[in-house]
């Protein structure tokens, strides 16, 4: 079933490159089309352009940055998959792992220890997770610029070269997934066998966290550990389950 694509005289690293340029080039030149468009209709309400030209620009580079990430970080979750669905939830799982992580890290230590501050681990936390997460150190810096001091010149330069060598990292880890991808691989729910107890593990354990915190929230205060832990149980339960069936794609997996 796949002698058609191997029989494609391009060789996979060409054909890779041309894929993941295509859909950068695409979005690039539809958002400078609209950048031209909002300057020039800026400049005709007699907005100064040469002197917010510095804090235009910067915006422009942070989303075009926003954008990279996103789309590689989708172009890897659909490498390490075969299948749309499971493609999507891969993504959500590596966009939203870093803050959950965070959250439980947070909130169960506020939970278990008396002389937990949560003001002192926001502070220290937050910095950690603005190198894990990309998406948030994005957010972040759009928020503070926009909200806060919308100053250029104030802004660190070795802030700013974070995405530059985040997108480096990711475009050749999704050259190294896509060399080893296996063709025969399509349709199946993940593409490597070796990514699929990590993926599992990791997955059960931060759902089981979650539904131990709901459960946890919903007695309030009343019998709240024994909810807790009830949740951490089911949670754990109901996790590996769905987690089997979708990576198997079968209910007896369950």
């Known amino acids: 079933q796949v002698d058609t694509y191997h029989c494609i005289p391009v060789s996979r690293a060409l054909y890779f490159a041309v894929k993941l340029c295509s859909g950068i080039l695409i979005f690039f030149a539809a958002y400078l089309i609209h950048f031209i468009i909002m300057c020039a209709i800026a400049a005709g309400f007699g907005t100064p352009m040469l002197q917010i030209l510095p804090s235009v620009l910067y915006l422009f580079c942070m989303h075009i940055f926003g954008f990279l990430v996103s789309y590689l970080f989708a172009a890897i979750c659909a490498i390490m998959s075969g299948n749309l669905i499971v493609s999507g939830l891969l993504y959500a799982l590596f966009v939203f792992f870093p803050i959950e992580v965070f959250f439980m890290i947070t909130d169960y230590a506020g939970k278990f220890f008396s002389t937990f501050i949560y003001q002192l681990a926001n502070e220290r936390y937050d910095k950690i997770l603005r190198i894990l997460s990309p998406h948030g150190n994005y957010i972040e810096k759009l928020s503070n610029y926009l909200f806060i001091d919308m100053e250029v010149s104030g802004m660190e ?16 880890l999704a050259f190294f997934l896509f060399k080893k991808h296996p ?4 349709g199946n729910a993940l593409a490597f066998k070796q990514s699929i107890a990590p993926l599992r593990f ?3 354990v931060l759902l089981s966290l979650l539904g131990g915190y709901m459960f946890g929230e919903m007695a309030y ?3 709240e550990l024994p909810w807790t832990i009830f949740g951490l149980a089911f949670g754990l339960f109901v996790s590996f389950a769905i987690v089997n069936i979708i990576i198997h794609f079968d209910f007896k997996k369950a």
Not at 157 to 172: E, T
Not at 183 to 186: F, G, L, P, V
């Open 157 to 172: 330069p070795l802030s700013f070269l974070y995405f530059p060598v985040v997108i480096a990292l990711l475009i050749v």
């Open 221 to 223: 205060y009343q019998n």
């Open 183 to 186: 063709s025969e691989a399509a």
């Open 202 to 204: 990791v997955t059960t």
